[in-house]
């Protein structure tokens, strides 16, 4: 079976949340210097849906592995 690449869903965030985080605190592949909550991760994902900017993830048998965010930066701490 291959990968899916699909437009995120609301429900996906979680996934992208974990994936995010594990990323923030294991590797530098992020500006953040500390993990998000998840609530910000949902209003991030609806300023993206409002402003028609896509989020795609990529699925293998139902779950989700990766993700890509298109859109400006935001400023945050550390950068």
């Known amino acids: 079976m291959s ?3 699909r437009p995120a869903l609301r429900s996906d965030i979680p996934a992208i949340w974990n994936i995010y985080n594990t990323a923030v605190l294991n590797t530098t592949a992020s500006y953040d210097l500390e993990p998000v909550s998840l ?5 991030w994902f609806d300023h993206k849906q409002q402003a028609g900017w896509p989020v795609l993830v990529a699925e293998l048998q139902g779950e ?3 993700w890509a965010p298109s859109g400006r930066r935001r400023a945050t701490r550390g950068r």
Do not use: C, P
């Not at 609530?39 to 209003?43: I, M």
């Open 39 to 43: 609530d910000s991760r949902l209003t």
């Open 64 to 66: 989700v592995f990766g």
């Open 3 to 5: 990968a899916q690449v």
